[in-house]
């Protein structure tokens, strides 16, 4: 009758629990592999620069790469110069963020104060379609409308060319411009709405508010939207290398046609560069420097929001 | 309280109406006059974009675009070949990626403790991966998946392993929103009833959470639908003449035909490549309606 | 006759027979019947509403709010909350305008003037009739860009004049002695206090004629709340002041007069409403209110 006495309580599992549990942490090492796979394609990309950058830099040497200013490296006999890549890059650059900075930071004070709840209801969904629109269209669009009637009918400077720098930088910019709205609406959305309305308390108008307040008080969101459009624009391909040609020319002048680095990159691909050769050994070298500046500037970009990100509580 | 005698003391007069001076009224006018232009810059490129690509392409809108395979006569070109590259690369990468983002979404959210470090060092990966430009994921697949390590060539399984790293990103920071919208009522609901965590989760939180996994999944497919930088890299321009049967087959994607039509010099070829343009857009906005539909239909059920 | 003067005075009577200033067509009353304040003196009235009421959507929040707002007084707005009172206040001086769905019915006069009317510009209206938040929220600015702000939009003052504002500005709200070496140090330096009283010389620094303040203590400990009621007292001579507050005490220690807020649930409607339920001289509210519900609230916190 008495066989509790000899019974050990317990609360440990046994029999199917047991398993359950050991499974479980089975699982659970399975998925932290799983998840540290982001990780090791971040050092993938990392170390898949630095190889073939070494190896042509001791090939090529620092000397012709950052001094010469003649862009020639498949051809016969080659030049490393690469100047005409970063100026063509910056140019397209420039253009491309005096469009989609302001226009975009406008679009979105007009969404914050200026709109009415229709008006956004359609102008939001417009500006999501636009962003999902694939890059290669608006490389279409690019060499369709912006270079015969935009680039061409703005520019007074100089003479437009069938590719121009020009053309393609403004099309990268309206292609940023929904990135830069959405960037900026959660900016200025993080501003208190007692701030705003502190100001309106005041006596001032819209543009006061917008400019007087909600600029100040969301600049770090601000300034940290402007840098990622900057390095989205340095990073874009297919748009520069359809309409911008692809001739790496050592100017100034954004109506003639321009090779950036990232365009460069995508031109050499197209051929078949044999591996190991020095062509070969460009793309990773010039991809190595694209790869630095966007990095650097989304760290910079998000070491402005860290610092100086105003503490709402 | 004093007895204060009322007198009209007033310093104002009974006047409410503006008061401001012209300039003040000017720069409020070109303020949102400046507003208005960009605004219209924005609606006015997607009219335009959408315009001249119908008036550009609708000439070869027939079914022999999509029945056909690359020719010499622009009359005879269709895109065949592109379609079903794009699916079989997009479905490969979206599988293969929906898979990884989702265990490590699971891990990060569930499992690992949310200020460890490790769980640090992969959310700061993951903003970084999605800093870099694309063409760069074409270089690394180039060094390391087609040539390399991995030596695949210029292939469908290639072409699906650098989409999958370029959509990663995406997919867990969906996935892992996805998770962090179920209720955790839902999670010490089970753990009452004895579960362990992987029975709360398999049986309860992912079930829950497969509306908002299925709208992630669907936005990366989209933007792997629409991927053209990297590809440039792995030998998608080809001239591609048949559909893929299997991961290292060659192949070709929408947007790389788009790429080449565009730049021919022919007419009617051009023609050709705006048409290819209609038709993905018109995949995309169908993937976008689908989840927008699947959306609207899990709010209801909450 | 001196002694006639004298009991007059005593008795804190206005001898001012009752004016009509007309302005467009409405009249200002200056004599005390409407609003029973039982043994105030009698104030011209400044702001006035009538029937008063806001939707926010289908969602009637607050109606029937009759209030009169005197020169030389506090008024304090009561009861629990959800009853109107922020919503009412912000009718006073348009910020309701700024949210889409609200939908202000009846009418509010400043002077006579409809404020909803086409003769009212909002942005002057914001600027006669200023406004002090729940929690301080001065701009992420310099102490003396904070001050400066309103002027600044308003107008085009000089360098002297707007250092002048700014100092008039901020030793009326009792801050001027606090902050006058560090003037270009962000606002947010300023503990909770000093930010409200900063928000204050701010709303001042515009030369408005009445004060809104939205239970300006409430994000404040003890001490800083009793300063900001004493500088109430200095400036309600020359700003009148209408004053939320959920503090009770504060309302009977500070305010002329209080009008009393409580919700009702109406037939047809599913979310309760809230009502102007008395509105009378502070000492009489708080001693012999008329309406049991007002002694019920009154008694219940106090008791």
Redesign the interface.
Same mark, same amino acid.
């Given at each position: 009758m008495n066989s509790s006495a000899t019974e050990k309580v317990s609360l440990q599992p046994s029999g199917l629990k047991a398993r359950q549990q050991r499974i479980e942490v089975v699982i659970k090492f399975a998925l932290a592999i799983i998840a540290a796979s982001g990780v090791l394609i971040t050092t993938g990309v990392v170390l898949a620069l630095v190889r073939p950058t070494i190896d042509f830099f001791q090939l090529v040497g620092f000397n012709e790469f950052f001094m010469s200013t003649d862009w020639f490296p498949l051809y016969e006999p080659p030049d490393y110069g690469v100047w005409p890549l970063v100026i063509g890059t910056f140019t397209v650059m420039l253009i491309a963020v005096i469009i989609a900075v302001p226009g975009g930071l406008a679009v979105a004070f007009f969404l914050s104060e200026y709109a009415s709840p229709k008006v956004k209801r359609f102008l939001k969904p417009l500006l999501e379609i636009l962003a999902g629109v694939p890059t290669v269209v608006f490389g279409f669009f690019a060499l369709n409308f912006i270079a015969p009637n935009v680039a061409k009918k703005i520019w007074v400077f100089s003479d437009v060319g069938f590719y121009s720098a020009l053309a393609a930088g403004i099309t990268v910019g309206l292609m940023i411009l929904p990135m830069m709205t959405t960037l900026a609406e959660d900016a200025m959305a993080a501003v208190p709405r007692a701030l705003v309305d502190g100001a309106y308390a005041l006596g001032a108008t819209k543009r006061e508010a917008c400019t007087g307040v909600i600029l100040q008080a969301g600049l770090s969101g601000i300034i940290a939207a402007g840098v990622i459009a900057m390095s989205r624009a340095i990073g874009e391909t297919t748009i520069v290398l359809l309409a911008a040609g692809n001739t790496a020319n050592f100017s100034f002048d954004p109506g003639v046609p321009m090779q950036t680095m990232s365009s460069f990159i995508g031109f050499a691909g197209l051929g078949d560069q044999p591996t190991g050769s020095t062509g070969y050994m460009t793309i990773f070298a010039v991809g190595s420097m694209l790869f630095v500046i966007t990095f650097g500037l989304n760290i910079f970009s998000r070491r402005i929001v860290t610092r100086f990100r105003e503490v709402y509580e | 309280m004093s007895s204060t005698v009322a007198t009209n003391t007033s310093r104002f007069a009974a006047d409410l109406r503006d008061s401001t001076s012209p300039s003040r009224k000017l720069r409020d006018k070109l303020f949102l006059t400046g507003l208005w232009v960009a605004t219209l810059i924005g609606v006015l490129t997607l009219f335009f974009l959408v315009l001249s690509t119908l008036l550009k392409g609708y000439t070869r809108l027939n079914l022999s675009l999509i029945t056909n395979f690359p020719s010499p006569f622009p009359e005879d070109a269709g895109i065949q070949a592109a379609i079903f590259g794009s699916i079989w690369v997009v479905v490969t990468s979206g599988v293969v990626s929906l898979f990884i983002a989702l265990g490590s979404a699971i891990y990060l959210e569930e499992f690992a403790s949310q200020s460890s470090r490790f769980n640090r060092l992969i959310s700061i990966n993951i903003q970084t991966l999605a800093g870099v430009p694309s063409i760069v994921f074409g270089i690394l697949g180039l060094a390391f998946v087609a040539r390399g390590w991995l030596g695949w060539g210029f292939t469908v399984g290639t072409a699906s392993a650098v989409l999958t790293m370029m959509v990663l990103p995406v997919m867990i920071v969906s996935a892992r929103e996805a998770l962090k919208a179920v209720p955790s009522s839902l999670r010490e609901g089970s753990y009452a009833l004895g579960a362990t965590k992987w029975q709360a989760i398999s049986k309860q939180v992912l079930p829950a959470a497969i509306p908002g996994i299925a709208t992630g999944s669907i936005l990366g497919v989209s933007r792997a639908l629409g991927e053209s930088a990297p590809l440039i890299l792995l030998g998608a321009l080809a001239y591609v003449s048949s559909n893929p049967s299997g991961l290292s087959s060659d192949y070709t994607v929408l947007p790389l035909v788009i790429m080449k039509y565009t730049q021919e010099a022919q007419d009617e070829f051009r023609a050709v490549g705006a048409a290819a343009i209609i038709v993905l857009l018109l995949l995309l906005v169908s993937l976008n309606l689908l989840a927008i539909v699947i959306r609207d239909r899990s709010r209801k059920s909450w | 006759m001196v002694e006639n003067m004298n009991k007059v005075?005593d008795a %804190?009577v206005?001898?001012?027979a009752p004016t009509s200033?007309t302005?467009r067509g409405v009249s200002l009353r200056?004599d005390n019947a409407q609003a029973g304040s039982a043994g105030? $003196?009698?104030? #011209?009235m400044?702001m006035e509403s009538r029937d008063l009421q806001v939707h926010y959507g289908d969602y009637l929040a607050v109606r029937n709010v009759n209030l009169q707002i005197h020169?030389?007084e506090i008024t304090a707005l009561i009861g629990p909350s959800g009853c109107g009172k922020s919503t009412i206040i912000r009718c006073f001086?348009r910020?309701n305008d700024?949210i $889409?769905s609200a939908k202000v019915g009846g009418t509010v006069l400043?002077? %006579?003037?409809d404020?909803y009317g086409p #003769?009212?510009?909002a942005? #002057? /209206?914001?600027?006669?009739i %200023?406004?002090v938040?729940?929690?301080p929220? $001065?701009? $992420?600015?310099s102490i003396y860009d904070n001050v400066a702000?309103?002027p600044r /939009?308003?107008?085009?003052p000089s360098k002297s004049e707007t250092d002048e504002l700014v100092e008039t500005s901020l030793k009326r709200a009792a801050l001027w002695e606090e902050v006058k070496d560090r003037l270009k140090q962000p606002a947010f330096s300023l503990s909770g206090g000093q930010q409200q009283r900063l928000?204050i010389a701010?709303?001042l620094a /515009? !030369?408005p004629?009445v004060l809104l303040m939205d239970e300006p203590c409430s994000a404040l400990d003890p001490i800083a709340t009793g300063r900001i009621e004493d500088l109430m007292h200095e400036i309600k001579?020359q700003y009148p002041i209408v004053i939320v507050t959920h503090n009770m005490q504060q309302a009977a220690r500070v305010s !002329?007069r209080t009008a009393f807020f409580n919700t009702e649930v109406d037939a047809d409607a599913t979310r309760p409403t809230g009502v102007l339920v008395e509105y009378d001289a502070t000492r009489k509210i708080f001693s012999t209110p008329s309406d049991p519900r007002t002694e019920q609230y009154i008694t219940g916190r106090m008791g």
């Open positions: - | - | 005075m %804190g206005s001898s001012a200033d302005v200056t105030l $003196p009698a104030q #011209e400044i020169r030389n001086n910020m700024l $889409p400043y002077r %006579g003037i404020l #003769e009212a510009n942005g #002057e /209206v914001r600027r006669r %200023g406004m938040f729940q929690k929220n $001065p701009f $992420p600015k702000f309103g /939009v308003n107008g085009k928000c701010r709303a /515009v !030369d004629d001579g !002329d």
